[in-house]
Structures are given as structure tokens and as C-alpha cells.
């Protein structure tokens, strides 16, 4: 899946933003009830599923390998799976576009099945590395032959029965971590996941939710995972809430241009997410949660959010797993605060869809803002609140976050700001632009 003909932009300076709106399902979630619900024997049913790019490459690979999967006109999704263990050889490579959730997690899973599966991507996704995945996963007895330096293609060649590993996480990551709970779901015996740093817990929050056998101890090593194979899961309602990672643009959005009040409707809170809103109260935003709620067992409010003086900060470099998507749009709001934001410890960012510490240090030095790179993270002048010169180009490197971010930067700049590529926006955000659109017309 290679993205089609890419769509430049040109972002102008906005007034105030005002309005309720609601973002669409969280996509870490997303892609793990297709994939659960298309294990489980019976009907799932998934209401708020993100109809992003990647999730929606994580449905066509469950179908091609038995489940099935189709939208009501409701934009209800209905799922009858094939059961732990009975995945079917796909016909074809699975094409995983831009998304690297659905490959390492998919990985995981075809791992422990007696199948063969090659995998392929778009150019960011070509460049990532896999090698973090295909440790473990030959530990389990999978053979996985990949292209230079880790990447994808590569081809997984599963093995039935696996062998139950007890694994420490090296990087801090929840696609790891979900990627061998998921081999070891049709693996004898019990395999362990040990995190010394806590990551998303989407994945055994929904292998408890569909009935598998999973503890969690927080032990002085970190969090042990234990996971009893051959399960057998049973159908769910899953209903997804709205994703964080999305709302986070529109948090910042309205924290820094003057006059906003917003509320953002049905954002999931879960502590391994909200990383990026406690580092926004940090610097000063005025974001209020009103209607707390638990949605699909998870912490879910809405978030009302006007404009506020941001000040710049020490990013708590303690923070990163549970924002680590949200560093290109904090360091917008740092690029308006007062004084310089200094952001550590973040390096996992080098290896997103793009170098995302490079990419955002060359976007906001094309539109003015001064910044100093680390291996591990981004020193950012702020403004003091002045709006931002702007006139520049940005690239977006087939990396939506960059995007997005890049677009909230131009609501606040004097010049407009030009993004070479929008089209990435669609693996996650389909609707972002109409919604931007809405917030602008409502505060006419
Ligand atoms: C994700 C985990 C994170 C995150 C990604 C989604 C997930 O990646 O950046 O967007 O759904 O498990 P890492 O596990 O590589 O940190």
C-alpha cells in the first residue's frame, strides 16, 4: 500500500477555535479488537472502530487469513472469528501500508501458527526496524527471514506449537509486548512479558476482557505479564473510545490560539496514554475533564480546553512511554510557551514513521522556530506567546503526526505554512481536516 499522489497544503492563520467535537476511536485499540475478535470463536461486535489506513490494513490481513469482517452501514463492525490456532495460510503477502502496529503485531500472532506469511509496506514503514520483534519471536521457534538491517519484506515462518518464553523488554515498548502475548496465545504453557517500564496495557486489558487466562504483578524487576496458552477467547461488544493521541492536536490547538474554548468529546484517559495531557497542565493549559466515565473498560471524560500562557518546561523525561506519540505536537505548544522546553529521553522517537526528533527540528526551523537537537530528544525556543514567522515548507515523510502537528504550528503563524504531503493523515485521522474546518466556522 503505497500512499497515492501526495496532497500538498497550505495552513493560514486562524482565529479562535470553538466547539464540541469528537475524535475518532483510539487506533492502539482498534487494531487489537479486529485482531482478538477475529480469534475469538463467534460474533464480535465493535462500535467506534477507527476507519483509519492502518486499522484498516489490519482487517484485510484478518480476512486473508479466515476472519470474517464486515461494516454495517450503522459503522457497526461485526467480526466472526476462526478461533486461537486456526489461522489459514493468506494467498498473498500482507501489505501492511504505513502501519507498524499491525506488523509487529501480526507477527506476533502468525508466529505460533503453522503458517507462512510475508509482509510488506510502504517506504516509512520499510525503514523501520523489526529485528526488536524478530528476537523474541525466534526464541518461540519462529523462523523470520528478513530484509537488510531487520526490515521489512520479510516472512515469518510460524511455528505449531510454539515454545512459552519469559521475556525483558530491552526498549519500552507496548508493540513488542503485544506482539509475544499475541504468539503465545496458541502457545502451550505460560509465557511471560516482563516490563521494567509500563507501557499501553490495551492488550491485557482485551485478553482479560475475551476471557484469556492473564495476571499482572508489579514486582521490584518492573510489570510481570503471565499468559496461559490455548486460550480460547469468546466473542465481546467492544466499543472503542475516542483516541487521545488524536485528541492531543486539538488540546494544543486551542491552548495556543488565542480566544479558543473547546471540548473534546469522549477521550480515552488510560494513565499508559495521558502522558501529554499532564505535561500540558506542566506548562500552564487550562484542560478541565468533565462527565468521567469508563467506556469499553476504559477511563474515558471530556476534555474542555481554552486558551492559556504556556511556559516552557523540563519534559519528565519519566513521561515518555505514556506520550510517545505526542512529542511533534508538544513541541508546537513548546514553540508558543515562554522560554525553552527541553524534552529527554525520548529516544524511541527516531524509530516512529519517521525520524521524528529530525523531522520536527527541520519543520519548525523552516518556519522560524529555533531549536537544538539531542540524540534522545529537542531543546525549543518559545515564542512568548507571538504568533510564529511560518512561510516555510514543510515534509511531512509519509509521517501523519508530523502533519498534523505541522498544521496546528500554521494555525498560529504569520506567514502560512505549506506541508508538501497531507496524505499520511489518513492512516490515522481521516476526518482531521473537516473537524479543523469546524472549529474555525463555529467560532465565527
Ligand atoms: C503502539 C505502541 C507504540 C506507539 C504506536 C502504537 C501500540 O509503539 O508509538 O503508535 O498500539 O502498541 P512502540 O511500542 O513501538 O513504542
Not at 22 to 33: E, F, L, M, N, Q
Not at 256 to 271: H, K, R
Amino acid at each position: 500500500m503505497s500512499h497515492a499522489s501526495p496532497r500538498p497544503l497550505e495552513i493560514a492563520h486562524t482565529g479562535p477555535l470553538a466547539g464540541r467535537l469528537t475524535v475518532p476511536g483510539d487506533k492502539s485499540i482498534s487494531h487489537r479488537a479486529l485482531m482478538l475478535s477475529a480469534l475469538a470463536v463467534g460474533e464480535s461486535r465493535i462500535e467506534g472502530l477507527l476507519e483509519g489506513e492502518d486499522v484498516l490494513a489490519t482487517a484485510a490481513a484478518m480476512r486473508a487469513m479466515g476472519a470474517d469482517i464486515v461494516r454495517g452501514d450503522d459503522g457497526i463492525w461485526t467480526v466472526n472469528g476462526v478461533g486461537v490456532g486456526g489461522l489459514l495460510q493468506p494467498e498473498q503477502a500482507l501489505d501492511m501500508g504505513n502501519s507498524g502496529t499491525s506488523t509487529r503485531l501480526l507477527m506476533g500472532l502468525v508466529s505460533s501458527h503453522g503458517i507462512t506469511v510475508t509482509f510488506t509496506g510502504d517506504a516509512s514503514l520499510s525503514a523501520r526496524p523489526m529485528a526488536r520483534v524478530i528476537e523474541p519471536l525466534s526464541t518461540m521457534g519462529a523462523d523470520i527471514t528478513a530484509s537488510p538491517g531487520g526490515r521489512l519484506p520479510l516472512m515469518v515462518r510460524g511455528m505449531n506449537p510454539a515454545v512459552p518464553i519469559r521475556y525483558t523488554l530491552p526498549v519500552a515498548s507496548a508493540q513488542v509486548k503485544s506482539a509475544i502475548l499475541l504468539a503465545g496465545l496458541n502457545t502451550p504453557g505460560i509465557t511471560r512479558v516482563i516490563e521494567p517500564v509500563a507501557t499501553r496495557d490495551h492488550s491485557e486489558r482485551m485478553l482479560a476482557g475475551f476471557g484469556a487466562d492473564l495476571t499482572v504483578e508489579e514486582t521490584t524487576e518492573g510489570r510481570i505479564i503471565s499468559l496461559a496458552g490455548e486460550a480460547e477467547l469468546k466473542p465481546q461488544q467492544i466499543v472503542v473510545p475516542g483516541d487521545p493521541s488524536s485528541a492531543a492536536f486539538w488540546v494544543v490547538a486551542a491552548s495556543i490560539v488565542p480566544g479558543s474554548d473547546i471540548v473534546v468529546a469522549n477521550v480515552g484517559l488510560n494513565p499508559t496514554r495521558a502522558g501529554i495531557f499532564t505535561a500540558l497542565r506542566l506548562m500552564g493549559a487550562d484542560i478541565t475533564e468533565e462527565n468521567a466515565r469508563t467506556v469499553g473498560g476504559e477511563p474515558v471524560a471530556d476534555l474542555r480546553v481554552r486558551h492559556a500562557a504556556l511556559s516552557a518546561i523540563e519534559v519528565p523525561a519519566d513521561l515518555a512511554p505514556s506520550m510517545i506519540d505526542e512529542y511533534p505536537v508538544l513541541f508546537v505548544a513548546a514553540a508558543c510557551a515562554t522560554g525553552r522546553t527541553v524534552a529527554r529521553g525520548a529516544h524511541e522517537l527516531r524509530v516512529k514513521e519517521s525520524d521524528r526528533i529530525a523531522a520536527m527540528a527541520a519543520a519548525l526551523g523552516a518556519i522560524g522556530v529555533e531549536t537544538e537537537e539531542f540524540e534522545d530528544g529537542l531543546a525549543i525556543q518559545g515564542s512568548g506567546g507571538a504568533p510564529l514567522p511560518g512561510g516555510g515548507t514543510i515534509a511531512s515523510l509519509l509521517d501523519h503526526r508530523i502533519a498534523m502537528s505541522m498544521t496546528v504550528a500554521g494555525l498560529v503563524s504569520t506567514r502560512s505554512v505549506t506541508i508538501d504531503d497531507v496524505s499520511p493523515v489518513a492512516t490515522s485521522y481521516p476526518m482531521f481536516f473537516q473537524t479543523l474546518d469546524e472549529l474555525r466556522k463555529q467560532a465565527l
